[in-house]
């Protein structure tokens, strides 16, 4: 495998070359301790064909280099074509051997009908009751199946019902982590409930003033041993993780990924029933629900630790601000970092909305002055960076010849660092020049004044990124380094100001705000300094994906989302049963999407496709 290939960023699917029906479900990858995956046929009907085990070593891209370090989950879609005889089925799914630890994985991938599978190899599947018109729904990537849960309390309320089992008797210890998007915090909302009359166990869930924790119980009578839900602070209409652990002592909490300071202490152990478990209402008292989206929800046996929680929500070290805007509307802007670096997204206008790489992003008009479309991010100790620090975003410019902040914390007497591109020819910058400001005692002038950096071009998306080591700042532009550097001594003074996207909002002045004009998408900030292959890693792995795979005209049309001015290949692979490694090679030109290319998806015709009897997986590589 050549070195592009295994660098690369690239989306995937497998799949039978026949003429049978296609359809996306992303399924996420096993934890790095499960190296062998099994494939069964319609796994979620009443009968189970026997797994063919499947080795599968995993690095960056597709396939994984054995002994590389787990990343962050990828969507890959598996298709019909384990055997001749299964071809008729619309889909073929990844099923994991039981896990260590985890007792339920429920993943609402179905996207439909009432049975919801368990993906822990348990066997705690559950039935979905009282279902609604928008119960299915989709989930925070835009495309993966959620349950919808409408709060409506009774015997009407809907929700999930798993069968009592033993691994569901939970004693010693145990951990809950789910994906939620509430739409409403302000109510008693179990998400992981297991209680009934004389058979309280265990409660997962929101409650009051949007808090969420723990209820667990000793002897299985009411009151609750313990009562702890009054942690964090979660809000509605924003994607959320949660998570809570026991470990037979002392109760934690972590919001997206990040330890909370409240702990309580229960000596357990947790009392035994055969109630069965509820997800989305308290069943069998039926007298409160949950509201909002479920995403995924998971339970263990023991007590996940720190770094357990933070790889559940994909934590980068030193993250501590990843604002995709993949929101699609609304104000609510969310921070996927796990630092919990929420934003609100003021003075929006009908067009600030708009199509990013893979989902949605902002576009700012360049108004300057207090009408300004901005995001405010609220001051917090996260955010206070002083030895090192990277920015990186996408952006496409429609004025490269302004001051354009991408991302600023800035005030009067408060400057502390601003990134951005500037292209203002009056202070001998040049157009579509970019960089950064930094400060190391709060007061103009700028201590460092680095912004006349590269070309940036206008109209195109293009990858920014610039690094502070604590000495030099080094500047990135489409993954590849830029040769000028500046030194720096630091540190960068502490800032209350909040963060802005888009303005440097704290100048309240038409004459002294400015704004950038243009398309943002996937700002990112750092409180280390990200190494080269880091940054280049960041601008291969944008997010965009197969959105479609159809036979057509005797062979596989294959379509993707795309980024205008970017090259691609389409590159081919049949499984190789020994050891599951493919080898994959190009089955396609480098094909150049043109710079003022409009549609969001591009498509690529393989001809010889239906040709080949065997299962093919496909890959899509972005190209430097």
Same mark, same amino acid.
């Given at each position: 495998?050549s070195?592009?290939?295994?660098s690369a960023c690239?989306?995937?699917?497998r799949? #039978?070359?026949?003429p049978?029906?296609a359809?996306l479900?992303?399924?996420?990858?096993?934890?790095?301790?499960v190296?062998?995956?099994a494939? *069964?046929a319609?796994p979620r %009907?009443?009968?189970r @064909?026997?797994?063919?085990?499947?080795?599968?070593?995993?690095?960056?891209?597709?396939? &994984?280099?054995?002994?590389?370090?787990?990343?962050?989950?990828k969507?890959?879609?598996m298709?019909?074509?384990c055997?001749?005889?299964l071809?008729?089925?619309a889909?073929?799914?990844l099923?994991?051997p039981?896990?260590?630890?985890?007792v339920?994985h429920?993943?609402?991938d179905?996207?439909?009908g009432i049975?919801?599978?368990d %993906?822990?190899g348990?066997?705690?599947?559950?039935?979905?009751?009282n279902p609604?018109a928008?119960?299915?729904?989709?989930?925070?990537?835009g495309?993966?199946a959620?349950l919808r849960?409408?709060?409506?309390?009774?015997?009407?309320?809907?929700?999930?019902t798993?069968p009592?089992?033993?691994?569901?008797?939970?004693?010693?210890a145990l951990?809950f982590?789910?994906w939620?998007?509430p739409d409403?915090? =302000?109510?008693d909302?179990?998400?992981?409930?297991?209680?009934?009359?004389?058979?309280?166990c265990?409660?997962?869930?929101?409650?009051?003033s949007?808090?969420?924790? /723990?209820?667990l119980d000793?002897d299985?009578?009411?009151?609750? !041993?313990?009562?702890?839900?009054?942690?964090?602070?979660v809000?509605?209409?924003?994607?959320?993780h949660?998570?809570?652990?026991w470990?037979?002592?002392v109760v934690?909490?972590?919001l997206?990924?990040? *330890?909370?300071?409240?702990?309580a202490?229960?000596?357990?152990?947790?009392? /035994?029933?055969d109630n069965p478990?509820?997800?989305?209402?308290?069943s069998?008292?039926?007298?409160? %629900?949950?509201?909002? @989206?479920?995403?995924?929800?998971?339970?263990?046996?023991h007590?996940?630790?720190?770094?357990?929680?933070?790889t559940?929500?994909?934590?980068?070290?030193?993250?501590?601000?990843?604002?995709?805007?993949d929101? =699609?509307g609304g104000?609510?802007?969310?921070d996927?970092?796990?630092?919990?670096?929420?934003g609100v997204?003021?003075?929006?206008?009908?067009?600030?909305?708009t199509?990013?790489?893979?989902?949605?992003?902002?576009?700012f008009?360049? !108004?300057?002055?207090?009408?300004?479309?901005? @995001?405010? @991010?609220?001051?917090?100790p996260? *955010?206070?960076?002083a030895?090192?620090?990277s920015?990186a %975003?996408?952006?496409?410019?429609?004025d490269?010849g #302004?001051?354009?902040?991408?991302?600023?914390?800035?005030g009067?007497?408060?400057l502390?660092?601003w990134?951005g591109?500037?292209g203002?020819?009056s202070t001998?910058?040049?157009p579509?020049n970019?960089g950064?400001?930094?400060?190391?005692?709060?007061?103009?002038?700028?201590n *460092?004044?680095?912004?006349? +950096?590269?070309?940036?071009?206008?109209? +195109?998306?293009?990858?920014?990124?610039t690094t502070?080591?604590?000495?030099?700042?080094r500047?990135?532009?489409?993954?590849?380094?830029l040769? +000028?550097?500046?030194?720096?001594?630091?540190?960068i003074?502490?800032?209350?100001?909040?963060l802005?996207?888009?303005?440097?909002?704290?100048?309240?002045f038409a004459?002294?705000r !400015?704004?950038?004009?243009?398309?943002?998408?996937?700002?990112?900030?750092?409180? #280390?300094?990200?190494?080269?292959?880091?940054? #280049?890693?960041l601008? &291969?792995?944008h997010?965009?994906?197969?959105?479609?795979v159809?036979?057509?005209?005797?062979?596989?049309?294959?379509?993707?989302?795309?980024?205008?001015?970017r090259?691609?290949?389409?590159q081919?692979?049949t499984?190789?049963?020994?050891?599951?490694?493919?080898d994959?090679?190009?089955?396609?030109?480098?094909?150049?999407i043109?710079?003022?290319?409009v549609?969001?998806?591009f498509?690529y015709?393989?001809?010889?496709?239906?040709?080949?009897?065997?299962?093919?997986?496909y890959?899509?590589?972005?190209?430097?």
């Open positions: 495998m070195s592009r290939q295994e690239r989306s995937m699917l799949i #039978r070359p026949r049978v029906e359809s479900c992303p399924l996420p990858f096993p934890p790095a301790h190296s062998r995956w494939v *069964l319609n %009907a009443v009968f @064909v026997a797994p063919i085990p499947v080795s599968i070593e995993r690095d960056e891209g597709w396939p &994984r280099r054995v002994g590389a370090a787990p990343k962050p989950a969507n890959i879609t298709k019909t074509g055997f001749p005889a071809s008729l089925l889909g073929v799914a099923a994991f039981a896990r260590a630890g985890v339920g429920w993943r609402f179905e996207g439909t049975a919801i599978h %993906a822990s348990n066997g705690n599947d559950g039935v979905l009751v609604k928008g119960t299915w729904t989709t989930g925070m990537d495309i993966s959620a849960f409408d709060g409506i309390p009774g015997a009407g309320a809907t929700r999930v798993i009592d089992s033993p691994s569901l008797h939970l004693t010693t951990s982590a789910v939620v998007r409403e915090v =302000g109510r909302a179990p998400l992981l409930d297991k209680e009934g009359t004389g058979q309280a265990y409660w997962f869930g929101l409650f009051g949007g808090n969420f924790g /723990v209820l000793a299985g009578n009411m009151p609750w !041993t313990i009562l702890d839900r009054d942690q964090g602070s809000f509605p209409g924003l994607w959320t949660l998570a809570s652990t470990d037979g002592s934690r909490h972590y997206n990924g990040v *330890l909370l300071p409240q702990t202490s229960f000596a357990g152990p947790v009392h /035994v029933s478990l509820v997800i989305g209402a308290n069998p008292f039926d007298n409160t %629900a949950f509201k909002g @989206v479920l995403g995924e929800a998971r339970l263990y046996n007590a996940l630790g720190p770094e357990e929680i933070r559940l929500v994909g934590v980068k070290p030193g993250l501590v601000g990843h604002w995709s805007f929101e =699609g104000t609510q802007i969310r996927d970092s796990g630092a919990g670096n929420h997204l003021l003075n929006p206008t009908g067009d600030t909305w199509r990013g790489l893979a989902g949605g992003a902002l576009y008009d360049g !108004t300057l002055g207090p009408g300004a479309a901005y @995001v405010s @991010v609220p001051d917090a996260s *955010l206070h960076i030895a090192e620090i920015f %975003a996408w952006v496409r410019c429609d490269i #302004r001051d354009a902040p991408i991302l600023a914390k800035e009067e007497g408060r502390s660092y990134f591109t500037f203002l020819t001998g910058s040049s579509g970019f950064t400001l930094l400060s190391n005692d709060g007061n103009q002038p700028w *460092l004044m680095d912004r006349d +950096q590269g070309a940036v071009p206008q109209g +195109q998306w293009t990858h920014l990124a502070w080591d604590g000495t030099t700042v500047h990135y532009m489409n993954g590849d380094a040769p +000028q550097t500046r030194a720096f001594a630091g540190p003074r502490f800032s209350d100001a909040f802005s996207i888009g303005v440097n909002s704290l100048y309240t004459a002294n !400015t704004a950038f004009k243009g398309a943002i998408d996937d700002v990112s900030l750092y409180n #280390r300094a990200l190494g080269p292959a880091e940054v #280049r890693a601008y &291969r792995a997010p965009f994906r197969i959105t479609a159809q036979p057509e005209s005797g062979g596989i049309r294959i379509a993707w989302s795309c980024i205008a001015g090259r691609y290949v389409v081919a692979a499984l190789a049963t020994a050891g599951g490694q493919w994959f090679t190009d089955i396609s030109a480098p094909i150049e043109p710079a003022d290319y549609p969001s998806t498509e015709q393989d001809a010889s496709a239906l040709q080949n009897h065997d299962a093919r997986l890959r899509i590589e972005l190209l430097p």
